[in-house]
């Protein structure tokens, strides 16, 4: 089934009293939507948000993970130590994973199947670049990497499966796409699921927005019909604007 999804992305943002901080503002706030909340601290800070929050609605997230089980990856993180520390679900393919980190749909491939196989959730990020848009290309890219990272599934994978659309000119810019221009590729995303799945898993895929989503244009973004929530970077580090935004459905 369909989901109303918002979930904060911190980024390298907050060291860990920051993020104590924060989590306790969180749970101050009030939730009036049903929609499901999440927030992704930076790896080492996961432990700490995960206990934190265990008597809310918040769930923890990962921000990215390594395709391997273990082994010699100096700096990484595994899906078994993410879920060793209570965590479920990773962000993958972050256009800044892709951008400064040189993630491939090559190896997004790999960390996607790992972490299905991990029994985890996947929030998986992708969106053009500027040029794109401006040459008309967008719908070909965004399709691309959706086909060359998640095409080798089986329908049922997408039971598990969350996609962001962050075009990656509307991120951290303060420049957000028209909510018609986010209506439109949502809608082209569902049609390249039913296409190549089923009018069921495109219908029960739940498809996020991101990209300089705010608490005053959020009740517009989420209002278009294929829009089913937000993936928000910069206003989720205020637990108010944060709030605001989840109660925009
Ligand atoms: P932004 O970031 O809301 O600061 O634009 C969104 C994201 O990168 O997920």
């Not at 209570?86 to 997004?108: C, K, M, Q």
């Not at 972490?115 to 053009?128: H, Q, S, T, W, Y």
């Not at 290309?137 to 080798?152: D, M, P, S, T, Y």
């Amino acid at each position: 089934m369909r989901k109303n999804i918002v979930a904060g992305n911190w980024k390298m943002n907050n060291d860990l009293p920051q993020t104590e901080a924060l989590i306790a503002d969180l749970l101050k706030q009030n939730q009036t939507s049903r929609a499901e909340v999440m927030i992704a601290p930076t790896a080492v800070n996961l432990f700490q948000a995960f206990h934190n929050t265990i008597n809310s609605n918040i769930e923890v997230v990962a921000q990215n993970m390594h395709f391997a089980e273990n082994g010699a990856y100096t700096g990484e993180v595994s899906a078994s130590m993410l879920k060793s520390v209570g965590i479920n679900t990773v962000i993958l393919g972050h256009s800044e994973r892709r951008a400064y980190f040189n993630e491939t749909d090559e190896l997004l491939a790999k960390k996607v199947d790992t972490a299905l196989k991990n029994d985890m959730r996947v929030i998986f990020c992708f969106g053009e670049e500027l040029s794109d848009r401006k040459a008309g290309n967008e719908e070909k890219v965004v399709g691309n990497q959706i086909k060359n990272a998640l095409f080798h599934l089986n329908a049922s994978a997408f039971k598990n499966i969350v996609l962001a659309y962050e075009p990656v000119w509307a991120i951290g810019t303060g420049e957000t796409a028209s909510p018609e221009q986010a209506q439109d590729m949502h809608k082209f995303i569902r049609q390249t699921l039913n296409t190549k799945y089923s009018e069921q898993v495109s219908q029960d895929m739940s498809i996020l927005y991101g990209g300089s989503v705010k608490p005053a244009n959020a009740k517009e973004i989420f209002g278009k019909p294929d829009v089913d929530g937000g993936l928000i970077g910069g206003a989720a580090l205020n637990a108010e604007d944060f709030y605001a935004i989840i109660n925009a459905f």
